[in-house]
């Protein structure tokens, strides 16, 4: 192998997590007695990867995507613009897990997206460029001081493509809200959406109960059982009196 | 500089499902064996324990059990003329990495091919005449027959504790199994699964329009099992975390659930995880592989010598091994020479969403596994004439609920706005009443002069070794296929009672960005002559006689249904062959 190849291969490596290391398995069954990869937790605090403006955005464009209803509140309480946010400071924000190299050509639609631009850098220039867009357009506000109504407005006119940004696609940055959003509402609340199982209960679904043995003969039956998240439930804490 | 490492008997490229196979076949015959992994060792109780297995987000969403296109990912185009590009994320197929391979994330749907899909090409031309078929179709025949294989898919199905409901035994039709298949020799291990209640209705309106419906033969456990190895696996609890993820409760059968445990207690089987194999290395006379090099993720590395090499990578990664390393010629579509990466295949998947009235039906999606259901075979191969309609082949088509998880199963009825109040209501309305099948239509896929796989000439991996292209594309009688059976599809669920049905067939170009299944098939093919096929009727290499190559790359076309029965029926097959005959005499098992 050449050296440049084995720096490039080098650098690869160091990007992997320790779950990687090579190992000789014989006569045993490389056992241990606890997990490997448990989950990592979203904790509530400061914005991790939004700045403030960018997070009031955010949290308003959230609300429009899904907004509250008498019986479920929307993207804003559950927690969609959080997940959002430590999804874009994790990996998936540095599309770190895809095949980045060049050379980056446009292709058919069926070739699938080839954009060299991570999903962080998507956000950030995407949001610049809605705030921008809003000043000029509607009186100096921006996006998060508009009426439900004019904001549903300008995000039905990016998602048709009438509003384009110079910098960046922005009919591919609301294909990206209409999948990130929805994820944070339906998602298990340890990565920061979809708080209290709002989205799981707003549908009837019991999430990680993982045993229906009982309930798989009785037809055309609701299933009567609360949702349970990978943490739980709020109501396994008792209340602080 | 490679570090050599002592010579074994046997080295196996790729710890999946037909490595572990052969591993287990090999150790059990006396050879030293050793299997070399790209990814990581994996285990139920700690890399998929039910305390955090059921994460969608993580599992389905990011697919964490998946190899990273970083790692390495394939370009892609519909056609010659085009420049193929790089896949960056996964769509329409999701391979697999680490020990286990797709077992670890698999449905456990468990089927076997007709008889009359071994000899394709001999059954259409005496059916229909040779001009029914295209005439870019390159369809052929395996070289193997149905009855050949009869006790190795025997094999498998007790391996992993098959649930199901034999329709043929020994000839004899049984009542509620699948009336169409070929005969096996016993019933399976397991009785099916149960049925939640929109399975039971998709059989009660198959049966009134005339179809003989039947469980889908399930790897998911309907109760405890011992294997013939002596491992146990547990009750399905249909929790609904199936397919891509890994099973916390040993129910689904896999490798770690069935092989594994027995193979790892012998002492003359090694394996090395977290190690990729770069190139399978030959002697001079280009006739005779001398082991494998590979290199492990500390980046040093290492040459494995071996007397014999077994090919287990999964279908893309044992054709690109194969080119990289210079074994068979490679295909030449224009000239219409060569055969390693002919006869690429995948499949023609579609699906019909139903929604019913919310006030009556409640379907409980979450209440699911990977491989239960109900199916019709009335469509599937040559069950049917197809004389009046024009085109051949076909497919199983079932309503599997594989799961009701929210981020992807909340389906909402055709013309709903994709976001807003609206969309929120219509999520809320559907979730319990609408019918998404997992499966849906499962039809075949077969072979074209154009559809291939070849290395890329601008991208690389992160070797710097060429990336495999893909040049696929749908051909108008795979289209007119999936049109006749949608539309049949569709009417079950109508006689169910729908109140709104949406067909989404299947239409060219083939989409790289849409997930059908990880059912990739073809490139180095079996068959009877060497100027057709990289492989003989017992998978060893015609080039190199020391090389097995295992895994559906070998099917010279795929059938309408899944392909892990064949492909691990094929692995057992081989096993048998290199057991009973190769170790005796090591040399060609064929003269062609
Ligand atoms: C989500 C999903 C659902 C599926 N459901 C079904 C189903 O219900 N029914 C069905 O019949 N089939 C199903 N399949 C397909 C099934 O998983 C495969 O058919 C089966 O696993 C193939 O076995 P294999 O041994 O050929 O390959 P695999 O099981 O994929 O094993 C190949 C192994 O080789 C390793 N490898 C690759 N390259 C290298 C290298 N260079 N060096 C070292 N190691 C390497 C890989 O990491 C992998 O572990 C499904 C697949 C997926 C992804």
Known sequence: MQRRTFLTLAAWFVGTTSLTHA??????????????????????????????????????????????????????????????????????????????????????????????????????????ALDKHCKSTQGGKSFAELDADAQDDVLRKIE?????????????????????????????????????????????????????????????ERYPHPPVSIAGRADWTPAKS | MARKLPRKDVVIIGLGWTGSIMAYELADAGLDVIAIERGPWRNTATDYPPGYAADELRYRIRHELFLSPSQTTFTFRNKMSETALPIRTWGAFMPPNGVGGGGVHWNA??????????????????????????EDMTVQDWGVTYDELEPHYDRFEYLCGTSGQAGNI????????????????????NPPQDQPFGHTLFGKAARELGYKPFPQPSGNMSRPYQNPLGVRLGPCTYCGFCEWFGCGNYSK??????????????????????????????????????????????????????????????????????????????????ANTGVVGRNFTHQTISDVVSFF????????????????????????????????????????????????RPIETTPVPPGTPSWGAAWKKAVKENYQSAIKPGTGVHGSMYSYRDVYLDLDPTYKDRFNRPLVRITMDFHDNEIKQNKFLTDKFAEIFQAMGAKQVHKEYRKAPYDITKYQTTHLCGGAIMGTDPNTSAL????????????FVLGASAFPQNAGYNPTGTVAALAYWAADAIRSNYLKNPGQLINA
């Not at chain 1, 009919?171 to 998602?187: H, I, Y």
């Open chain 2, 109 to 134: 749907e468990t089927w076997r091919f007709l008889p009359s899909d071994f000899v394709l090409k001999t059954h259409l031309t005496q059916r229909y005449g040779a001009g029914f078929l295209p």
């Open chain 2, 357 to 404: 009235d919310p006030a009556k039906f409640v379907f409980n999606p979450f209440i699911a596994s990977g491989a239960i259901g109900m199916c019709i075979d009335e469509f599937n191969g040559d069950n049917f004439d197809h004389g009046p309609h024009g085109f051949v082949g076909g497919g199983y088509m079932g309503h599997v609920q594989t799961n009701g």
């Open chain 1, 23 to 128: 190992t000789v398995i014989h006569n045993h069954v490389p056992w241990a007695p606890r997990p490997n990869s448990p989950p990592e937790m979203v904790r509530p605090g400061p914005w991790q990867f939004f700045t403030l403006d960018e997070a009031r955005a955010m949290e308003a464009i959230v609300d429009r995507i899904i907004p509250p209803d008498p019986e479920t509140p929307g993207g804003k309480i559950a927690g969609c613009a959080v997940f959002i946010d430590r999804q874009l400071k994790g990996p998936y924000g540095s599309n770190q897990n895809l095949y980045t190299l060049g050379p980056h050509t446009h292709g058919t639609k069926e070739q699938g997206p080839q954009s060299a631009l991570t999903h962080a850098e998507l956000y950030r220039k995407a949001l610049a």
């Open chain 2, 170 to 189: 020994k000839g004899t039709i049984m009542e509620g199994g699948n009336p169409f298949e070929g005969p096996r020799s016993r019933a399976y291990p």
């Open chain 2, 536 to 547: 003989n009727r017992y998978l060893q290499s015609w080039d190199v006689p020391n090389l």
């Open chain 2, 253 to 334: 059968a896999s490798p770690q659930t069935t092989i594994l445990p027995a193979l790892v207690r012998k002492p003359n089987f090694t394996a090395r995880d977290n190690s990729e194999v770069t190139r399978i290395n030959v002697d001079g006379s280009g006739k005779r592989a001398t082991g494998v090099s590979f290199v492990d993720t500390a980046g040093d590395e290492w040459e494995q010598p071996a007397d014999l090499v077994v090919l287990s990578a999964y279908t893309i990664f044992n054709v690109q091994l194969l080119l990289l390393s210079g074994i068979g010629k490679a295909y030449d579509p224009a």
């Open chain 1, 160 to 220: 048709s493509g009438e509003i384009k940004f110079e910098a960046v696609d922005a009919k591919g940055f609301f294909s990206a809200l209409l999948k990130d959003v929805p994820e944070g509402f339906f998602s298990d609340p340890i990565h920061g959406g979809n708080i209290d199982m709002v989205g799981w209960k707003m549908i009837g679904f019991p999430g990680i109960r993982y045993d229906y043995r009982d309930w798989v003969g009785r037809h055309n």
